[in-house]
């Protein structure tokens, strides 16, 4: 009996000990074999993520200054924990951010897009894409652009072909650019918010709607109905969110597609088929995107912070097994 119950409290002390350190590693949300922690918090109204091959990662921002007051994009080093502004001049509306590895747009390879709507000074709104040299130097690209035309970039991603895609919810419509002034691919009644792009470069939209919707690479619709029900709620200016995306990088992620709605993460492969892999999602979450580490990372607005969310290593898992066994092993022979 006395050996028994040794046993069972260092098993039991164990188990105590170990779900502690995995609360507090993974707080709230919680997703099925990787740890969360906050890789960033206090970073003003995050929105877009985009990292380049270095890990360093770069965030758009929501502007809920008092117009037009200027805001700037961030810059996290790798491995998180505090941010700095990004560029020597600020913007109007910095959400929509992309790393230009190539230089395809920019012509500087390492330079950061930045897009975001303008004022027309007759109270609309005007599109804008500009370039944050490696230097913080910031140059114009394309813009101000005005309806009918494009008006706003929300998200942007470049395809495999080096095309440069963009969403604008403003006018429901996804743009395209080879290096030229973009032009409209194709138009989503369902407002596309989001977007992401597969290996087969089929376009993934996350619309307004809860909905995510594929299309061929020429703007034609492919599947109408991949998935439905994804809503997001609101960020802090009331604007409704769309269905944050991005694909496996491969590994223990493999090549699906992940995505964000109704507090959970959720898992689709190639058809549309879905697995709850995260639940205890809170506030307005902007986007995902995978860093060179493996890590995949989300943005939450409302919240002022980014998660980080890594797969445990299997070994590391078969370690700590072991060594749980090896002390139950040494107390029960110190109990004969």
């Known amino acids: 009996m006395k050996r028994g119950t040794g046993t069972g409290l260092i098993v039991g002390g164990l188990t105590a000990c170990l779900t502690v350190m995995v609360d507090r590693a993974i707080a709230s949300p919680i997703v099925a074999g990787c740890t969360v922690q906050e890789y960033v918090t206090g970073i003003p109204d995050p929105m877009m993520l985009s990292f380049d091959s270095a890990g360093v990662l770069y965030v758009g921002r929501q502007n809920t200054e008092a117009l037009p007051n200027p805001s700037f994009p961030f810059r996290i080093a790798p491995g998180g924990g505090s941010f700095t502004p990004f560029g ?71 395809d495999s072909a080096g095309r440069l895609l963009f969403t604008d919810p403003r006018i429901g419509e996804v743009y395209v650019s080879t290096g030229g002034d ?63 995306m991005a694909f496996g990088p491969g590994g223990s992620w493999g090549h699906d597609l992940y995505a964000i709605g109704n507090g959970s993460l959720y898992r689709f492969d190639t058809v549309g088929n879905s697995t709850v892999m995260g639940t205890g999602f809170t506030g307005y979450p902007a986007d995902l995107a995978f860093g060179p580490d493996g890590s995949l990372y989300l943005s939450i607005q409302t919240e002022d912070r980014i998660l980080q969310i890594t797969p445990i290593p299997e070994p590391a898992c078969g370690m700590l097994v072991a060594t749980v066994i090896a002390v139950i092993n040494r107390r029960q022979r110190y109990a004969h």
């Open 182 to 244: 973009p032009t409209r691919l194709f138009s989503d009644t369902a407002i596309p918010f989001n977007i992401a792009v597969d290996q087969f470069d089929r376009i993934y939209t996350g619309d307004l709607d809860g909905g995510i919707r594929v299309w061929n690479p020429d703007g034609t619709l492919a599947n109408g109905s991949f998935a439905s029900g994804l809503f997001n709620g609101t960020n802090t200016q009331g604007t409704q969110a769309g269905v944050p």
């Open 88 to 158: 020597i001049s600020g913007f109007r509306d910095p959400d929509a951010i992309l790393v230009d590895t190539t230089g395809a747009i920019s012509g500087t390879p390492g330079s950061v897009l930045v897009g975001g709507g303008e004022p027309d000074g007759l109270g609309g709104e005007g599109g804008r894409l500009a370039a944050v040299l490696p230097n913080q130097n910031v140059i114009p690209i394309f813009g101000p652009s005005y309806a009918p035309s494009w008006t706003n970039p929300n998200d942007l991603i470049f």
